[in-house]
């Protein structure tokens, strides 16, 4: 009995023991067993396709408003101002009076050349008959050839008189007239400088009387750089094709089309610049000379271009790039060049291939090499659209 009892338990000791090696070489094998990683999700990000259309190349740059016309109103004749015919800033057309200097000095100068002219006149007339006497008394020999030469003489001599009273005559005229200043080209003019009651005098050296400038058209000056210089307005032998738009200081578009006028005959090796001359129409007048412009040039002829939105352009370093997505959604890094900005996008002159699709938002939750989740949305912006409408 006590020898049956005593099996039993190692029996059943060694069946434990089993058990547990059981478990511990399942436990190992569980232990050696790899056990699989679920892989992450693909980022979502805003994918477009690249815009492909023909645009104008347009360069930017800083101009001043010019007058084609500018005068300085000087006085023609010297005496007092007794009336000013204008409101300082107005528009006046060519002709208007804008000054009277006092003209009764110059009327009594006018009598007196006059009254020259007429005893001139009435001296002409006696020395021609007196001449015509003689021509006829020295053929009788009744009187000398020398009374005939000296008749001869007056008769000339009067003559000139009579051209010398007319001169100073026209200059008496002139003078008066001159009494009246009037406004020689039409434009806005400035302030009177000299007011009513004050003495000027006449010439070139004379204190101007007031400023006219004139209003339409009216010129813009910029320097453009030599490359926009070779590229858009060397080659063009008709400058006045080259497109031109304008916009004020106080605008965000450009809101004026013109043309070039002039170029320069040299080019500034200092600043590497040519001097260019813009002229835009300007009817309502709110183009005035000295305020600030800024001033669009372009080609002559629209150029295939590829666009994008400046939110996908990336900078690394010196350098931009954009993340292409290829047909498996996997990102490509690439570098690219930039042109200028139009139409609310920017050119991109090497680095991309039109119906290319670039990432453009959340480009820095994406890597080159992943796999994106992609979301295909606008290149352009509703405002962009609008813009380029």
């Keep these: 009995m006590s020898i049956t009892r005593s099996k039993l338990v190692y029996v059943m000791a060694a069946g434990v023991s089993l058990a547990v090696i059981a ?10 067993t790899p056990v699989a990683i679920a892989a992450p999700a693909a980022v979502e990000v805003d994918v477009a396709p690249v815009v492909a259309r023909k645009v104008v190349d347009w360069q930017s740059y800083s101009g001043r408003l010019e007058a084609v016309e500018r005068v300085d109103v000087r006085p023609r004749v010297s ?11 107005t528009l006046v057309q060519k002709g208007d009076v804008l000054f009277t200097i006092d003209p009764a000095p110059y009327r009594a100068e006018l009598s007196r050349a006059e009254a020259q002219l007429a005893a001139a006149q009435a001296r002409v007339r006696f020395t021609k008959a007196e001449l015509d006497r003689a021509s006829r008394l020295v053929a009788d020999s009744t009187i000398t050839r020398r009374t005939l030469d000296e008749r001869e003489h007056a008769a000339r001599d009067a003559g000139a008189s009579l051209r010398a009273a007319e001169a100073e005559l026209e200059v008496a005229r002139l003078n008066l007239s001159y009494t009246s200043v009037a406004a020689p080209i039409g434009g806005r003019v400035s302030r009177a400088e000299i007011t009513v009651g004050n003495v000027v005098a006449a010439g070139a050296a004379s204190q101007p009387l007031t400023t006219l400038v004139s209003v339409s058209p009216i010129y813009a000056s910029f320097d453009v750089d030599e490359q926009t210089y070779l590229r858009h307005i060397a080659s063009v032998k008709d400058k006045a094709g080259v497109p031109v738009q304008l916009g004020l200081a106080n605008e965000a578009d450009y809101s004026r089309d013109g043309s070039i006028d002039d170029v320069d005959n040299r080019l500034d090796p200092v600043s590497g610049t040519i001097r260019v001359r813009a002229r835009f129409d300007n009817p309502d007048g709110m183009l005035v000379p000295g305020l600030y412009a800024r001033i ?11 666009m994008v939105d400046e939110r996908a ?12 997505v290829d047909a498996a959604n996997k990102v490509a890094y690439r570098p690219v060049t930039l042109g200028s900005r139009q139409e609310g996008l920017r050119i991109v002159t090497q680095g991309l291939a039109p119906g290319e699709r670039i990432i453009v938002n959340g480009i820095q939750r994406a890597r080159p090499g992943d796999v994106i989740n992609p979301k295909l949305v606008a290149m352009e912006r509703p405002d962009t659209q609008v813009a380029a409408r």
């Design 23 to 32: 478990a511990a070489a399942i436990q190992g094998q569980a232990d050696d």
């Design 79 to 89: 005496g007092t101002i007794t009336q000013v015919h204008f409101r300082n800033g």
């Design 296 to 306: 669009k040039v372009g080609g002559s002829e629209p150029q295939a271009a590829v």
């Design 313 to 324: 352009i990336g900078t690394d370093q010196d350098k931009k790039f954009v993340l292409v």
